[in-house]
């Protein structure tokens, strides 16, 4: 069994992360300071077992360890995992790669001064993999290859896998798997976290102002010797791009973690210059669009075709790209991952030639044959700017020009949920996958018709039999094969749904701010243990 | 020996032929209401650019044209373009189609609700008159945009919607000015008259009070129509208003002027200004309309 091996990495986040890496070494890190940053979204619950949105993890991951992170020096790489709370290097399988056992580091405290055992890792996992009925977790289906997770003694984590997997270690380095005080979950239930907090991580809580801030301060027990640097933090809440951007000009924040479209990356720069500093990164985002197939005519396979034929994806990389967070032309898997289309393979899928204006002939030959030349219908979408407006209207437009008329509802996040996950009644709605740790094998299952988070309304049982062979396969190679047969499935032979682009990363910030480097991902590297200021 | 009837139909002859042309009574418009004249000006200059958008636009206003993306105004471009290439003159000249729609519709309608209600609620009085007038207090507690947000939170976003967001707080407005004009023509006695002769409630409403007042009741719909656009533009400012890519002036704002103010501030000038002058020139219009129809509240 392997994994994926580290033999990419983005090119220019790679670059910014290496400059950046030794500028940060060539300096002294300098203790102290409070970082202010600013968030975009709401806080629904303290719970990272159960919540999904960077409106969480920003301002609270850094109350909590984890017992696997991405290397917080190096966190654009898919496969650099370290141990948070664990001793020495990642663990390899053993027993087949059926087996993964875990030193629990000795000292490491929450911060009500209960020490941090075994005993905690193992609570903590076996309520995200096997939680009890009525209690959610959104995460769950990453750990269908765990049988058990035991903790035979104090300082030891063991966790049995049914089958050897390579996305079981991504996926235990999840950053939304906070590990929870046993006593915590005995004594005071599995809901207690939603509304406290009591970690292990950097910072120790100090107030949440709901709809304006989160505080926390340094933690002096921190199991990290000589961190966190700072002395504190404040997550400022704040909605509105525009407000968020203002504040980092105005030096009301020093940073956004989840990233800003380009013209307002440009825009800072031209007014602040070198008191800015940009990291830019390929994100593990993709916007997509997703057809009812409980609708007529979206359960007609040459209509959906037709829709994924029309857009031009090449073009929309080129233009869409200055005035929107997407850029890169990808298939199922992150682009650039081992396990991820080549351009040579991607043109090979319905939509991704090179000539539009052929595809677009195909487009309007198939809604012929399929009688639906004048069809029309509305796009559900929700009602954020960034990227999800900005993809619509352009997506409305790709396909006017093959003779679709396309009217667009914009709905509020919670209204939009409902639509796709309740009413289930749009003809097309906006959808998107976006995932923390790159897991290619776990993160396509988006594209099942069975998974939770598949809003398509079809069985596909032939795109099933695939994934099950893809989950098992052992070798990259024949990983690889079977994710290319997958893909062509999903995207093109079924066109199930039509990825639209990637998302790209785009994070200016004060250039005061130290040590944090850019993941291709919003939810990575949010502990902030390694973040100084150079005031 | 000329009779009685025919000295009446000479005299009217006389009165129809002493009445003054057309570009006569118009130049004395202007003259007394040189402001008003301009309010019609702008108005009838969009009516018309709305009517004929599609032969006065040099662009599709929905055609995404990114090698033109965030064009500056020039000879090509008169009005610059946005983020999507899209041509903003071309966009403005058809969101006068969705502005005047939308004023109109919710204007007419509104002030129609309004007028009614306004006039039954006076016609019939006692219990009628004081619950509904209480409806109408609480309606008219609520400002108008937040009204207006409450009803768009309920129905959703969509042009349909947004009418009828628009439309639900004019009613009140309208039925209140209404019916005070409306309670005075009940004195009058010729709808004693008409109970008299046993006509319906619904005959007396409709053919005897109803014409008499319009007055107030022509004034509120030209005073709503820029109320209306300013509203629809603000609701799609918020993004709940009309949906991209319907060219519409707050959705154009809405998409300028958070990411472009700086670097392309025409992307949401232009729309900002086609959005005042409209309002504007609706006002100035309504204004004249009152005086000229009601010359007690010009004094007033």
Known sequence: MKFPRLKFAVPVAAGLALTFGMVDSADAQKKGGVLNFVVGSKIPSYDGHVETTFGMVHPIAPFYSLLIRVNPDNPSSPTDFVCDICEGPVPKGTDGGTKYTFKIRKGVKFHDGTPLTAQDVAATFNKIIFPPKGVASARKAFFKMVESVTAPDDQTVIFKLKFPSGSFIPALATPFNFIYAKKDLDEKGYNWHKQNINGSGPFTFVQHQPGSFVEGKKFANYHHKGQPHLDGFKAISAPKMALRLQAIRGDRAAIEFRGFPPKARDDLKKALGDKITVQESDWNCVLMFTPNQKKKPFDDARVRKALTLAVDRWGGSKYLSRIAIVKTVGGVAFPGHPLAATKEELVELDGYGPDIEKNRAEARRLLKEAGQENLKFTLNNRGVDQPYKVVGTWLIDQWKKVGLDVEQQVNPSPVFYDILRKKKDFDVSIDFNCQSVINPIADVTKFLGSAGNNYGEYDDPELEKIYDKLLKAETEPEQRKLMREYEKRALSDQAHMGITLWWYKINPHRSYVKGWKIAPSHYLNQQLDNIWLDK | ?300
């Open chain 2, 1 to 300: 020996m000329v009779t009685t009837s025919e000295a009446r139909v000479e005299a009217r002859f006389e009165e129809l032929s002493n009445k003054r042309p057309f570009w006569e009574v118009a130049h004395e418009f202007v003259r007394k209401q040189p402001l008003g004249s301009a309010g019609l000006a702008i108005v009838a200059l969009m009516i018309f650019a709305a009517v004929f958008a599609p032969i006065l636009t040099p662009y599709d206003p929905e055609l995404n044209s990114f090698e033109h993306m965030l064009t500056p105004p020039n000879l090509e471009f008169l009005l610059g373009t946005d983020q999507f290439g899209r041509d903003l003159l071309s966009r403005i000249i058809y969101g006068a189609r969705t502005a005047l729609f939308v004023g109109f519709t919710a204007a007419f309608i509104g002030s129609t609700l309004g007028l009614v209600l306004g006039v039954a609620s006076a016609f019939f009085g006692g219990k009628f008159d004081l619950i509904f007038q209480r409806i109408m207090d609480i309606l008219m507690s609520f400002p108008l945009i937040i009204l207006a947000l409450a009803v768009v939170a309920i129905f959703g976003t969509g042009i349909q919607n947004v009418i009828i967001a628009i439309t639900i707080p004019f009613i009140p407005r309208c039925a209140r000015v209404v019916r005070s004009s409306a309670l005075a023509i009940r004195e009058i006695p010729y709808i004693d008259a008409a109970r008299a002769n046993g006509f319906s409630n619904a005959r007396i409403i409709m053919r005897h009070m109803v014409p008499n007042v319009m007055a107030p009741y022509l004034i509120m719909i030209t005073a709503f129509v820029g109320q209306a656009i300013l509203l629809e533009a603000s609701l799609s400012y918020l993004g709940l208003g009309v949906q991209e890519p319907i060219p519409a002036w707050g959705l154009m704002l809405q998409g300028g002027a958070e990411e472009y103010a700086e670097s392309a501030p025409w992307v949401a000038i232009w729309p900002g200004v086609a959005i005042s002058l409209a309002v504007f020139g609706f006002n100035l219009f309504g204004d004249a309309v009152r005086d000229t129809l009601d010359p007690k509240l010009r004094s007033q």
